[in-house]
């Protein structure tokens, strides 16, 4: 048996391809699947199946995709509600190949249609699965969130069925079957996930918070308490995972544009998105552009702030970069990139064009200001439970993803100091603080986590 797991570090996304027999299956893949036809083509596989473990919210799925270039069916739980045609999967059905079985296990809780995969090496044991897959119905050091189906179905409902899954079904496997999930840390569909990519049902059951002997109803009520806020593009991509997103080559393919042309589409209602590091930012950047860097996790807060009506420009620190931003747009379902800056920000100069800067500081520059009072604000974008885990005295508590209905009245002549836990968020705030209106910002580099390594007192 061939098996691969795949891990987009940007959605903190785990997709698996397994293979036998020249056959092989893929597993919750992500929208651009020239990785999994590479690895298939090198172990000499076709791929002719491919399995959704749910309808994912947070990223727009590749199911589509590899069934037209490979000509694979696409198999969901028997309760999806998916607008094409697609391989209903029930309790105990199974797909064989090779020397692998694959059993599909109805495991609803995060969603209604949610499946978990086991995965049987014949060469190991035919009664005895090697690893399971658990897409968000379990993952390593948490469980899938039941809050994410809105009106549909409740989340106490959903709680209960969860319960139900991994009390009657995934606990009941052998502590030596490995877990493989479709998520990491950083993913928004849970709130305690582990950094580790895979475990054990014997680990999980010792160790995972979720799996510690509670009543049903306890189980329901911490599941249903406390939960992050979901990002706002999740609906969108649910929607798209359900009716069958287009195909990448059938999205419009980025124009190489002059500065003029640039501007000239930003005055038209085009957004200017910049996506080099902060610094670069910093130092100059288009008036009113907005800024989410590649690096960290540039999709979901692309997916989260930018309007997907919106036809983007990019400002990128290369050529390369303007292609890669373009496939993790594409990722959560911001499909309509128009163009991007030929020859980047230096040609915008070259240009005679204006720009802009935000301030970098340190948090020692912070320190100083707060203290001679040549500061007016502190805002803090970070979430809520990190925020009341400690912050600054006297900061004003913004999220990123609510900065504009907190902070869209305030006083744009007030000297601003912005920060989040690192510095990528709060590089993201001076932005749309900027596009605002606000004038005199700062951007406060290494965040919150630089601030408590050299003054640890917080309110």
Request: net charge negative.
């Amino acid at each position: 048996m061939h098996f691969r797991q795949f891990y987009l570090g940007c959605l903190a996304h785990g997709s698996y391809l397994i293979g036998s027999g020249n056959e092989a299956a893929v597993v919750d893949p992500q929208r651009d699947i020239d990785i999994y036809l590479e690895d298939a083509n090198a172990q000499g596989l076709t791929i002719k199946h491919v399995i959704e473990t749910h309808c994912h919210a947070d990223f727009v799925s590749g199911h589509r995709e590899l069934a037209a270039r490979t000509g694979a069916r696409v198999y969901f739980g028997a309760k999806a509600l998916a607008k094409f045609d697609f391989v209903p999967m029930r309790d105990g059905d199974e797909i064989a190949f090779g020397t692998v079985k694959l059993r599909f296990l109805e495991t609803p809780g995060h969603t209604l249609e949610s499946v978990s995969i086991l995965v049987f090496d014949n060469e190991k044991s035919s009664t005895v699965p090697d690893m399971v897959l658990t897409g968000d119905t379990m993952f390593i050091g948490d469980v899938g969130r039941p809050d994410l189906m809105g009106a549909r179905t409740p989340a106490t409902e959903l709680a209960g069925m969860l319960y139900d899954s991994l009390h009657k079904k995934l606990l009941t496997l052998p502590d030596e079957v490995k877990v493989y999930p479709a998520h990491g840390a950083g993913s928004m569909c849970g709130r305690n996930i582990s950094s580790e990519t895979s475990s054990t049902i014997g680990d999980q059951r010792r160790f995972n918070y979720a799996l510690q002997p509670m009543t049903r109803d306890a189980f329901i009520k911490v599941m249903t308490t406390d939960l992050p806020e979901a990002p706002s593009y999740f609906g969108r991509d649910a929607k798209l995972n359900l009716e069958g997103p287009s195909l990448l080559d059938q999205l419009p393919t980025p124009v190489a544009l002059g500065p003029e042309a640039v501007q000239k589409l930003q005055r038209g209602g085009h957004l200017v998105l910049d996506t080099r590091p902060s610094s670069q930012y910093g130092t100059g950047h288009i008036p009113g552009s907005l800024h989410i860097s590649l690096a960290g996790q540039f999709a979901s807060w692309a997916g989260t702030i930018i309007d997907s009506n919106l036809p983007i420009l990019l400002v990128t620190e290369n050529a390369e970069a303007v292609t890669e931003a373009r496939t993790r747009l594409a990722r959560v379902g911001l499909e309509n990139v128009s163009g991007y800056l030929d020859g980047g920000i230096l040609s915008w100069h070259n240009a005679g064009l204006p720009l802009v800067t935000t301030e970098q500081i340190s948090v020692e520059e912070l320190r100083h200001r707060i203290r001679e009072n040549s500061l007016d604000t502190v805002i803090d974008v970070r979430r809520q439970t990190e925020w009341d885990g400690g912050h600054m005295e006297n900061a004003v508590h913004a999220p990123l993803n609510h900065l504009e209905e907190v902070i869209a009245s305030g006083d744009r002549n007030k000297r601003i100091a912005v920060v989040c836990s690192g510095g990528f968020r709060s590089s993201i705030a001076t932005s749309v603080l900027e596009r605002l209106g606000f004038r005199n910002l700062s951007n406060v580099v290494g965040g919150m986590t630089a601030w408590n390594s050299a003054n640890p007192t917080l309110a």
